[in-house]
């Protein structure tokens, strides 16, 4: 069994800043969690940020430099800082981890980023 906790989202103004983190808990041998994604209402999920192994970062075309995911190793967990937040950044923001020996692949329960005056 794998849980993986997301925290840290909540509402926000316009231009303002909020950071994510999600940790894994259970069966985490080899598990790597790596990714954000979102998903508004009456839309598709889609990917905000991704981190590889080696740090390397990309990011959805939508992001624009205002965001950042950050790793760390020791914990197996990861951040999103985002900054500058638009009312179109609303979501529900999901971390997802997949496993190094298998197809296996996990999501968060998700965590609400709401972006409004």
């Known amino acids: 069994q794998v849980q993986l906790v997301e925290s840290g989202g909540g509402l926000v103004q316009p231009g303002g800043s909020l950071r994510l983190s999600c940790a894994p808990s259970g069966s985490i041998f080899s598990l790597r969690v790596r990714a954000w994604y979102r998903q508004a209402p009456g839309k598709r999920r889609e990917l905000v940020a991704h981190?590889?192994?080696?740090?390397?970062?990309m990011y959805g075309d939508f992001v624009k430099g205002r965001f950042t995911i950050s790793k760390d190793n020791a914990k197996n967990t990861i951040y999103l800082q985002m900054n500058s937040l638009k009312p179109d950044d609303t979501a529900v923001y999901y971390c997802?981890?997949?496993?190094?020996?298998?197809?296996?692949?996990?999501w968060g329960q998700g965590t609400q980023v709401t972006v409004s005056s």
């Open positions: 997802n981890a997949r496993r190094t020996d298998s197809p296996d692949e996990y």
């Open positions: 981190i590889s192994d080696y740090g390397t970062a």
